[in-house]
């Protein structure tokens, strides 16, 4: 089974921290994302990413940042918390190409940034 | 503007009725439509639906796509308390990043 963890599921930061949140995928998967999921909005997405080092903005990218360093590890990174990046913080991967489309989600982190 | 939208946003019923929850898109490029289920924690994958009339079924749960009318109906019988969930329709635009673009999701609470 694929198996996509973060590392903590829930995080309570101060305004202005620096937050580090990370995503580990076990199955090899090239393409790698981050959502936020918020009330009547769905699941937006931040960042993604094709292959290590390769990284692209999504639909809100604005306070975010992202680093692939390693196949397995996509990091999002909150430079400067804001209280509206509190959120839950999805982040999913797939095989690319010629793979399943769909993508295969972890458990979450729910952000409070107080 | 790619645009999902599913209805109702939020639904209750009871254990045993049928329900339908709707997705309508208006996109480019479309290739495929996804629906999730979320519970307490990561979405689960349900469907992928790329031609038009063809229905999928798994279980108790099925689902359709119809090209012509842009929209994708995720029905669900004899429901259980099991399937209260989150449930979200996705599309995948046919260049090749794999991107999804979600609706808001339907919130089902089944009632026992």
């Known amino acids: 089974d694929v198996k996509v963890t973060q590392s903590s599921r829930y995080l309570v930061k101060r305004t202005g921290e620096k937050v580090f949140l990370e995503c580990v995928q076990d199955?090899?998967?090239?393409?790698m994302f981050w959502y936020r999921q918020d009330p009547g909005l769905g699941l937006r997405l931040i960042y993604f990413?094709?292959?290590?080092?390769?990284?692209e903005k999504g639909d809100i990218p604005e306070g975010y940042s992202v680093s692939r360093e390693k196949k397995e590890r996509f990091s999002l990174i909150l430079e400067s918390a804001s209280t509206n990046q509190t959120s839950m913080y999805l982040c999913?991967?797939?095989?690319?190409?010629?793979?399943?489309?769909?993508?295969?989600f972890g458990p979450g982190t729910r952000l409070t940034v107080t | 503007e790619d645009k999902v939208v599913q209805s109702p946003l939020s639904l209750v019923v009871h254990e045993g009725d049928t329900v339908t929850l709707n997705c309508s898109y208006e996109?480019?490029?479309?290739?495929?439509l996804l629906w999730y289920k979320q519970e307490k924690k990561a979405p689960t994958f349900l469907f992928m639906l790329?031609?038009?009339?063809i229905e999928k079924k798994s279980g108790r749960l099925s689902s359709i796509l119809d090209k012509k009318e842009l929209f994708s109906i995720l029905n669900i019988t004899a429901t259980q308390t099991g399937d209260s969930a989150v449930y979200l329709c996705?599309?995948?635009?046919?260049?090749?990043?794999?991107?999804?673009?979600f609706g808001q999701g339907t919130t089902l609470q089944v009632k026992p």
């Open positions: 999913a991967s797939r095989h690319s190409p010629g793979g399943g489309y769909e993508q295969y």
């Open positions: 199955m090899d998967h090239e393409n």
């Open positions: 990413s094709y292959d290590v080092k390769m990284k």
């Open positions: 996109v480019t490029n479309f290739r495929s």
């Open positions: 790329t031609s038009s009339g």
């Open positions: 996705a599309f995948l635009s046919s260049s090749n990043t794999g991107k999804l673009i």
